[in-house]
Structure formats: structure tokens, C-alpha cells
Nanobody, 123 residues
């Protein structure tokens, strides 16, 4: 069992930056691939970024590539999402997820989810 708790969301102006954190419980964090997803009002949850268990492989949605960076610190059981050059269309609830099937863009590949953190980007 893995419990995930996101933090770091908030209100920021367009062009600004935020860093989201996702702290995981359990001693097997390093065996999980991790992903970030987001859901805007009235829209389906969408993939943002993913990272392999070792951190050696990362993947990004085209909409955030070059602006967002996913990373992890297995010693701290934490995964991060650095978000730069934020746009109003990045406004959403951001969720982190953990899975043992390897990094993936698909939400069904993940076994555990956090409760989400709100990110609001004003224009």
C-alpha cells in the first residue's frame, strides 16, 4: 500500500512558476514509477508527466514539454513537478500517481493516487 500526498499548488500569474511535491509513504517507493496528471473543470483527467522508478526515463505531454520537469528523490520518497512559464490553460487539479507496471501515459496503469492539489494560473 502506498499513500500519496501532494502539496505546492496555489495561485500564480501567467509566466510564473510553481513546484509541486508528492510525498509517498511506504518503504517501496523506489520500486514505483510515478506520474502526474491533471484535471480541469469540465474536462477529463489528462497525462502531464511520468518518471521511471530510477528516474532515468521521463516523459511529458506535448502541452508541457519544455516548461515542466518531473524528478524524484527516492531517499525522500518524493516526486516533484517543476512548472515554469505557466499559462492559464495549466489551471487544474494536479494529481500524482504510483504504479508498478512501469512509467506510462495512461491513468489505468497506476495503482495509487493522491488527493490532488489545485493550481490556478491567472492571466
Amino acid at each position: 500500500q502506498v499513500q500519496l500526498v501532494e502539496s505546492g499548488g496555489g495561485l500564480v500569474q501567467a509566466g510564473g512558476s510553481l513546484r509541486l511535491s508528492c510525498a509517498a509513504s511506504g518503504r517501496t517507493f523506489s520500486s514505483y514509477s510515478m506520474g502526474w496528471f491533471r484535471q480541469a473543470p469540465g474536462k477529463e483527467r489528462e497525462f502531464v508527466a511520468a518518471i521511471s522508478w530510477s528516474g532515468g526515463i521521463t516523459d511529458y505531454a506535448d502541452s508541457v514539454k519544455g516548461r515542466f520537469t518531473i524528478s524524484r528523490d527516492n531517499a525522500k520518497n518524493t516526486v516533484y513537478l517543476q512548472m515554469n512559464s505557466l499559462k492559464p490553460e495549466d489551471t487544474a487539479i494536479y494529481y500524482c500517481a504510483a504504479g508498478q507496471r512501469g512509467w506510462s501515459r495512461y491513468s489505468y496503469e497506476y495503482d495509487y493516487w493522491g488527493q490532488g492539489t489545485q493550481v490556478t494560473v491567472s492571466s
